[in-house]
């Protein structure tokens, strides 16, 4: 499996952007809001000062900062950068906020760049480093210790949201594209994501040095070894192990993610969010991870970073911008719609089950709908069909970009390795908002092994994929019947008047490394059903 996957892991189009967004610097900067503007003029700031940050044990963290001229004490933002980039990364939004009259601090995390010390991926020496940046930024510049947010994209906004459960001067946080759950990243479903960790994984080792846990978790997870060891090492990094500190602590916490984020899928934010009791406001987008943010981080004009300026305006610098009466809960649809919710519960008004049918002989296709059928059809494991979720980073970025989905010609599904259903036309537009889920029963002839679910939008022939799962098992017996839960990530989708849902499970997806003996009979039956979280 490893060797198929080989020419997919050498795609490193977030590493190239990466590696030009730290000299974007002099791009245009985002237009604030109405209401700050009439509050808030432009005033003239210090040029950027670069500075060392000693944080103890002889390691020393490269920053920079600008700051207002006008006279302090300012409200402050601290920028923590991503995982491969530098302090350089927030220029056009520090800024943008410098101008607005706070103090930005930008850094770049241990083992990265020029910063000493090697990568301790949100550990506790990264969360200890967040602490000493702010006292330094209090000491050193004309910063109100009483107003303080911490933001960043990615890894510095994992390390962000766990910091702020360490450190009660942290009033906001903005966490873009960030993680809660570490563990549900590395094994969502039970199911390794090799294309994924294998570019945090050369981006580490090209612009930063990784640390011996670092290096041995990684090497570890791809040789599927020491799997609980590598969960422990991820669950001390995971937001969602300090929830009730960080409530103690009571920031005002802003969450921004993808839906398609192929690194930090938005399930666990949507878990994170719903156990914060302080000020919060969710935010999900079509898109792929940090592509949303990235022209916001090149200057230009961002939903994104519009709500972090007035996130930070209202909790940090104590301006009414009226976000903080607005529906917490923001999703942007595929369509370009955008709608509020009062909650996550809200989201959705009911679900809509649709049972797998029995598939016919004459051509490989059940009913999505309808009367569930107990008969099975068996499939080959461990071949990969055309059914397919792309390549991480890349397709979904495009797909919001471009509006272009992953395209599936459905009779072109090998029905010798995937079971296929569709659904009758629907004579109205169908609004998927939230979390869908697959009740799968399978008879496997092994103990182990992978399946994937697909769901389509399908018109004629063509189906443009919605969102897809996997789900990998252990410990099976061989020839009884297990029924597998599979989750889908959160979504708000409209498939169009007179078009199709299809589902499509197989056993192979370029993005996952599978637990499938290759050519092993797999029995897909029932009762099976989908249900469908509908506005």
Sequence with gaps: MAQRLAPRLLRLPSLLLALLLPFAGNAAVPHPTPVVSAVLAAVPTTAFQFVDIA???????????????????????????????????????????????????????????????????????????????????????????ARIGLAGVSYGAGIALIASGFDSRVKAVAALSGWTDLVASLYGGDTRRPQAVALLDIASRLLGRPSPELRTSIDNYFANREIEAIKSWGRIRSASTYVSRIN???????????????????????????????????ELAPGDHAVVEATGLLGLDNHVWTSVHRWMDQYVAGINTGIGNEAPVVLRTYDGDVEGYANWADVSSGTQRHALGAIRLLDGTGTLGGSSSTSSRTVFSGFDTTADAGVALLTNG???????????????????????????????????????????????????????????????????????????????????????????????????????????????????????TTGAPLALGGPSWLDLPLR
């Design 398 to 516: 495009l797909q919001a970009l471009t509006g272009i989905p992953p395209i599936v010609w459905l009779p072109g599904v090998n029905r010798l390795n995937a079971g296929v259903w569709t659904s009758s036309l629907s004579t109205r537009a169908i609004s998927i908002r939230g979390v869908a889920t697959l009740r799968l029963r399978i008879t496997p002839t092994t103990a182990s092994g992978t399946v994937v679910a697909y769901l389509y939008d399908l018109a004629g022939d063509f189906g443009g994929l919605i969102t897809h799962v996997p789900l990998s098992w252990q410990g099976a017996t061989p020839g009884a019947p297990v029924d597998l839960n599979l989750v889908f990530p959160a979504t708000a989708y409209d498939v169009p008047a007179w078009h199709q849902l299809a589902l499509v499970v197989d056993t192979e997806d370029p993005l996952y490394f599978d637990a499938n």
């Design 55 to 145: 944080v103890g044990n002889g390691v020393v963290l490269k920053a920079n900062f600008i700051a207002p001229t006008t006279p302090g004490p300012h409200p402050a933002v601290v920028f923590i950068a991503s995982w491969g980039l530098n302090d350089l990364e927030y220029l056009a939004q520090a800024k943008a906020l410098a101008q607005k009259g706070y103090v930005v601090l930008s850094y770049t995390p241990r083992g990265f760049w020029a910063s000493g010390g090697g990568i301790d991926t949100g550990g506790p020496a990264d969360i200890a480093d967040t602490s000493r940046v702010i006292d330094w930024l209090v000491a050193n510049t004309p910063t109100n210790s």
């Design 248 to 282: 103690t602590n009571a920031p005002a916490i802003l969450i921004a993610n993808a839906y398609g984020d192929s690194l930090f899928p938005p399930n666990q934010l949507v878990d994170f969010f719903g156990q914060l009791t302080g000020p919060k406001r969710l």
